[in-house]
């Protein structure tokens, strides 16, 4: 009984895990601008693998490899937020045609961007 | 035959012949000819004679360009058109062709592969054999392969060290960028390198935060894995690699300056030189004792401890300082051209 709930649990997670990540992997195709793309990724990153990393620990139990699945999901929360952060960075750099494609709501910053620190 | 009989008379011994017995014809006909028209007064062409002639040779110019120019554009409205498309059709027939082959010899190779698991595969041999049983006994190390790859095969791997400090030693013979400020070459070179780099961004404070919290972190784990590479998976190259990625990661974060302070040119060539002639040196020793049967002072130890097998945990020592370093040294001469 103990054991077909906590499948069950666990199966939810994953999948709604699978669907976060799904969703990240259609707004990625679908957008049509680089920053828009890297909203879609930067966000279901983090929800996506919490998610399924939770699924396992679930469908595992807790014991000490849990722990260490939650040192990833803490490493992967560190990352991936932070390397998507740079890459829209580096686009609001490079990019000279950024209010063709998008609404630019704080000039001040993008021209601080593009002449450097 | 005829053709035979004319290549006869024109070479060189019958006409030598023929000049011998009657003088040579050709060549008295040839200075007649030319006597009478220097005789008629042709000798200097006149002012017409030169004008027409330029005349003549400045059309048949004109003519040759106007049909190179004619074929150059037949040629360019035909790739445009009948040639993009047989070009492109060549291209999707030779994709299938070339896929479709490759798939056939991959699969043919896979079906002439041994059954998975089978006990009479050509893998099940004495030598796995012999690893396995005895690899902990004699070698000392807990994890089979680290035994295997620093001590049955210690050899190998050293080529493998080699091999990567031979290829940083062409990264650096084809990218390195002398640094010297009164040569105006180099100085050149070492703008074009930060212009390149010139739209990274820099100083990012979120990325600085994450990284000094991240980068002891992840050295700590590249260390473990060196050091515990005869206990546990890990070892000299995947513990290296961990290692020089963390440096990476604190180069993108601070810039050269603040890694040019612990690790310049200097050290990898150091760390690498020394690294390296520690392992050769070393496993010249352990060959040397063990092919002569001599007695030696390296012994397996109690397996499990963090200092036992032998040779393996400092040889893994020696290997991960090189790939460490190899990896630092491509990534910053891909970057700037220097250390």
């Known amino acids: 009984m103990l054991d077909t709930i906590r499948f069950i649990i666990s199966l939810l997670l994953t999948l709604a895990g699978l669907f976060v990540l799904l969703s990240g992997v259609v707004g990625i195709f679908k957008f049509k601008y680089s920053l828009s793309r890297i909203h879609a990724g930067a966000l279901f990153d983090t929800a996506g693998i919490v998610l399924m990393v939770l699924g396992v620990i679930v469908g595992q139990g807790f014991d000490l490899t849990s722990l260490k699945m939650l040192i990833i999901i803490g490493i992967l929360w560190l990352t991936s937020p932070v390397s998507g952060h740079l890459i829209g960075r580096l686009e609001i750099t490079i990019n000279d045609e950024l209010e063709k494609d998008m609404v630019v709501m704080d000039e001040r910053m993008v021209r601080h961007e593009k002449e450097g620190d | ?339």
């Open chain 2, 1 to 339: 035959m005829a053709k035979i009989r004319n290549d006869y008379e024109h070479s060189w011994w019958p006409r030598l012949l023929q000049w011998l017995e009657d003088g040579s014809t050709r060549l008295d006909d040839e200075l007649t000819a030319e006597m009478d028209e220097s005789r008629e007064g042709h000798l200097l062409p006149t002012h017409e004679d030169v004008a027409a002639h330029e005349a003549k040779l400045e059309e048949r110019r004109n003519q040759k360009l106007a049909d190179e120019l004619a074929m150059y554009a037949h040629a360019h409205e035909w790739t445009r058109t009948k040639g993009a498309k047989l070009a492109n059709w060549a291209y999707r027939i030779m994709s299938v062709v070339i896929c479709v082959s490759i798939i056939w010899v991959l699969l043919q190779t896979a079906a002439y592969l041994p059954p998975f698991g089978s006990p009479d595969n050509p893998v099940n041999n004495e030598v796995s054999q012999r690893y396995i049983e005895k690899g902990m006994e004699e070698t000392g190390a807990v994890n089979i392969v680290a035994g295997m790859i620093l001590d049955y095969r210690a050899f190998d791997t050293l080529g493998e060290s080699n091999v990567l400090f031979i290829a940083a030693c062409s990264v650096l013979i084809l990218l390195r960028v002398s640094s010297d400020k009164h040569d105006p070459t180099s100085v050149h070179q070492l703008e074009v390198e930060a212009d390149d780099r010139m739209y990274e961004p820099k100083n990012d404070i979120i990325l600085q935060h994450t990284v000094a919290f991240l980068v002891p972190v992840i050295l700590l784990f590249g260390v473990y894995g060196v050091m515990n590479g005869h206990i546990s998976p890990g070892g000299g190259f995947s513990g290296g690699a961990i290692m020089g990625a963390a440096l990476i990661l604190y180069l993108n974060a601070f810039g050269f300056k603040r890694t040019e302070r612990f690790f310049t040119f200097k050290t990898f060539k150091t760390v690498s030189v020394c690294a390296l002639s520690f392992y050769a040196i070393s496993k010249a020793y352990s060959f040397f004792t063990g092919a002569n049967h001599l007695h030696s002072f390296i012994t397996p130890g109690t397996p499990g401890k963090l200092f036992s097998a032998g040779l393996i945990p400092y040889l893994n020592i020696a290997v991960g300082a090189v790939v460490c370093c190899t990896m630092y040294a491509f990534y910053t001469h891909f970057r700037k051209g220097d250390m």
